[in-house]
């Protein structure tokens, strides 16, 4: 399935079964001007996440909407400008030579240039797109802000990340190590397992 038609599925569920998590959720529009983000994170984007970022805005600034597991809110082109900028500026001194390996999905201490954000839990930690080369560029990493690294690969793919957090919401499965609940109050909430 591709991100467009994975994305909208997710949402119509979300609407039906956690309206006030759906609520939070924005559309891109205007579409942002993924040409000129990709010239500022110097850094081709995948068509994955070109494709998510034409149909998904994100959510407000400092609301938390946890649409991925364990307790990620989703951003927008513009959210993921936004805190990654901000990780350029606290990374200032490290930031041409990051603490980390070379390779996509390699271990690194200090925040990578080539990681762009897709979400966030409100408190640093991050979900990233690694777009350092390799075979496995694309893949979704967590970064630990209070650790300063990330872990090993959750999902080799946007896609991938997507059709788990699909697959949980309508068959009840688990995406990572999480399930898909719903609160009394229309939240989607997921349940560490």
């Known amino acids: 399935m591709d991100v467009t038609l994975l994305w909208t599925e997710i949402t119509v569920w979300l609407a039906e079964h956690a309206p006030a998590t759906a609520a939070g959720l924005r559309r891109a529009v205007p579409p942002p001007d993924l040409d000129t983000l990709e010239e500022d994170f110097a850094?081709?984007?995948p068509s994955q996440l070109r494709q998510w970022w034409s149909c998904c805005g994100g959510a407000d600034e400092d609301t938390l909407v946890?649409?991925?597991?364990?307790?990620?809110?989703?951003?927008?082109?513009?959210?993921?400008?936004?805190?990654?900028?901000?990780?350029?500026?606290l990374w200032g001194d490290r930031w041409q030579r990051p603490a980390c390996d070379y390779y996509a999905g390699s271990?690194?201490?200090s925040f990578h240039p080539a990681w762009i954000p897709i979400a966030g839990d409100g408190f640093s930690d991050e979900l990233v797109?690694?777009?350092?080369?390799?075979?496995?560029?694309?893949?979704?990493?967590?970064?630990?802000?209070?650790?300063?690294r990330v872990g090993?690969?959750?999902w080799p793919d946007l896609a991938t990340?997507?059709?788990?957090?699909?697959?949980a919401l309508t068959e009840g499965t688990s995406a990572g190590y999480s399930r898909a609940t719903v609160t009394a109050e229309g939240r989607l909430d997921w349940q560490i397992r």
């Open 129 to 148: 797109i690694d777009l350092r080369p390799g075979p496995l560029r694309g893949c979704v990493l967590a970064w630990e802000q209070e650790t300063r």
């Open 66 to 89: 946890e649409v991925f597991p364990p307790c990620y809110t989703p951003y927008g082109a513009a959210g993921a400008w936004r805190v990654w900028s901000g990780f350029r500026e």
């Open 43 to 45: 850094v081709g984007l």
């Open 152 to 154: 090993p690969p959750m």
């Open 107 to 109: 271990a690194g201490s």
């Open 161 to 167: 990340l997507l059709t788990d957090v699909h697959r």
